[in-house]
C-alpha cells in the first residue's frame, strides 16, 4: 500500500502521515498544533487548552508581544522551543515548559 505523504504545517517539507516528528524542521507536531503542557491536540485561536487548561497565548520571549503557542513566535518569528537539557532526551520543548513532557526532568527557563 503507497502512504501518500502530507505536508508538515511549519514549513512544508512532505513527509510520512505516521511520522512522529517532521525531519526538515524537527517539529513534533507536523500534521496539526498540540498543547506544550499535555500534548494533546489544539486548534490555532483556541485561547486555553480543553484538556488542561493551560493558556494557549503567551508573551513571546523576544519581542514580548502576544503568540499562539506554536514553535515559532507569530510575530516575529523567533522559536519559543528550547531543547531539553537531558543529553540522553534532547527532545524540544515549549520554552514555558518547567518539566521535559518526555523524560519528566526539570529544565532550566531561558528567561533572564
Ligand atoms: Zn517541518
Ligand atoms: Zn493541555
Ligand atoms: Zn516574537
Ligand atoms: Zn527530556
Not at 498543547?35 to 483556541?46: E, M, S, V
Not at 523567533?78 to 520543548?93: F, T
Request: positive net charge; contains cysteine.
Amino acid at each position: 500500500m503507497a502512504s501518500y505523504k502530507q505536508p508538515c504545517i511549519h514549513c512544508g517539507t512532505y513527509i510520512e502521515p505516521d511520522s512522529r516528528f517532521c525531519p526538515s524542521c524537527q517539529s513534533q507536531s507536523p500534521f496539526g498544533y498540540l498543547c506544550p503542557a499535555c500534548l494533546r491536540p489544539i486548534q490555532k485561536g483556541q485561547s486555553i487548552c480543553s484538556a488542561c487548561g493551560r493558556p494557549l497565548f503567551t508573551a513571546c520571549p523576544v519581542c514580548g508581544k502576544q503568540t499562539f503557542v506554536q514553535e515559532k513566535c507569530e510575530q516575529c518569528g523567533a522559536s519559543l522551543m528550547i531543547r531539553c537539557q537531558n543529553p540522553r532526551c534532547g527532545v524540544l520543548q515549549f520554552f514555558e515548559n518547567t518539566k521535559c513532557t518526555a523524560c519528566g526532568k526539570k529544565i532550566k527557563s531561558i528567561k533572564k
